[in-house]
């Protein structure tokens, strides 16, 4: 084979190789992944992390807190010795900035990433809960659950249903927001009503079904259930209304 072929083909082949040295993925860049080696920077932003969530959520009771790669650095030197640190970021995702406290440059550092999850005792839905849907204490339970991905305010017992509504729809133990749940009014959309015709002395009754919610002493849109028709009375108790003649 001549010299000049040979060459050629050496060198064809060493491209290729550096070819594909750079497709392969660097399993150690790749952000989400549990970072197995914890540096004394991510140990110390995992503690200063774990204050401000134990602020932020307070009803968790055990904390799984992993650190995730990779960060985002800025610094002209590894993180260690005597380190300033700033939570930037609370929630299922946290971040934390380290930077040197001897550094005057505070915009020099390294940004740590950690995957949170902290569970605490809240009530959680026992079966399909549409919108809409009149609770009672057996509609929840007490399991712990992962109160940072709830993202929101819990029940403290299965109790505090008693006499709720949802506002939104429940999968089957799916945690129970206090903002996902309202107090039901006496009288509620699609309730059949007593409706009490008052004239003078004379007190009739007849019943009705309300097209509207209602609260006591608020007139809401009913149509009775033996004629059809709609007419306007007044709430006056818990499913029953009032027409003054």
């Known amino acids: 084979m001549k010299p000049q072929l040979v060459l050629a083909v050496l060198l064809a082949s060493l491209s290729a190789a550096a070819a594909s040295r750079t497709m392969q993925p660097d399993s150690m860049a790749v952000f989400g992944e549990p970072d197995s080696v914890t ?3 991510a140990a110390l932003g995992e503690a200063a992390l774990r204050a401000r969530l134990g602020t932020a ?5 055990r904390w799984d807190i992993v650190p995730l790669r990779p960060g985002t ?3 002209s030197a590894p993180m260690t010795g005597d380190l300033s640190v700033f939570v930037t970021r609370v929630g299922v995702r946290g ?4 930077t040197p406290r001897s550094s005057m440059d505070r915009s020099r550092g390294e940004l740590l990433w950690y995957r949170v999850a902290g569970y605490g005792p809240a009530a ?3 079966r399909h809960l549409a919108r809409g849907a009149v609770l009672d204490p057996k509609d929840g339970t007490m399991a712990s659950s992962d109160l940072v991905a709830a993202g929101c305010s819990v029940l403290d017992s299965p109790a505090e249903l008693d006499g709720m509504r949802t506002k939104i729809t429940f999968g089957e133990g799916e945690v129970i927001c206090t903002s996902a749940i309202e107090a039901r009014p006496p009288v509620a959309r699609g309730d059949e009503v007593t409706v009490r015709y008052l004239a003078g002395p004379v007190v009739l009754t007849a019943r009705a079904v309300a097209q509207a919610d209602g609260l ?3 007139t809401v849109l009913v149509r009775s259930t033996g004629s059809g028709d709609f007419f306007r009375a007044t709430v006056s108790g818990k499913a029953e209304v009032r027409v003054d003649e």
């Open 95 to 98: 971040a934390v900035w380290v």
């Open 73 to 75: 650095s800025v610094a």
């Open 57 to 61: 959520y307070p009803g968790v009771t």
């Open 39 to 41: 540096s004394p920077a």
């Open 216 to 218: 006591v002493g608020k």
């Open 124 to 126: 959680v839905a026992t």
